[in-house]
């Protein structure tokens, strides 16, 4: 890939991941979050919405040439920050320090300043892994969902 245009995917994945993780200063303090835990909230489809922004850092930090252990450990931050954030309240109470976008872009970072020769990661092998993700996130969200609808039920019951 071309430097301009790896400039140019590497600042646009730094954006993305700083309106995720760190665009709003918590006033009086030194802490900042992003738009990921508070549309997080929003049960079943809150999180499948991020989900799909997470999955565009690790697709485009791949086709940088990422080799295919700094891919897999990506997906991991993805797959434990869901997991994890799963858990009502403690779980958005996680997914604020967190930062699971942040540290990819960071990993991504740490590639690209001192490149280790090591092979490419193949595209198939990503979509894998993202698939894998998005499958886990989406029924992590239907879970929620069904659980929501039987509380609602038992109580209007």
Do not use: C
Request: charged share 15%.
């Amino acid at each position: 890939m071309k430097t301009d245009t790896r400039s140019s995917a590497l600042h646009r994945l730094r954006s993305l991941a700083h309106i995720l993780d760190n665009a709003i200063p918590i006033p009086g303090t030194p802490y900042r979050i992003g738009i990921d835990p508070i549309v997080g909230l929003l049960p079943g489809g809150g999180d499948l919405v991020m989900a799909a922004f997470s999955v565009y850092i690790v697709w485009e930090s791949a086709r940088l040439g990422l080799p295919r252990s700094t891919v897999t450990r990506m997906v991991s931050n993805l797959v434990f920050d869901t997991v994890i954030g799963s858990v009502p309240v403690a779980g958005d109470l996680f997914d604020v320090t967190w930062k699971a976008n942040s540290k990819n872009v960071r990993l991504l970072e740490a590639h690209l300043d001192s490149p280790q020769h090591q092979k490419k990661v193949s595209q198939g092998f990503v979509l894998l892994l993202l698939f894998g993700f998005l499958a886990l996130v989406i029924g992590i969200a239907a879970l929620s969902v069904f659980v929501i609808a039987f509380v609602w039920n038992a109580i209007v019951r």
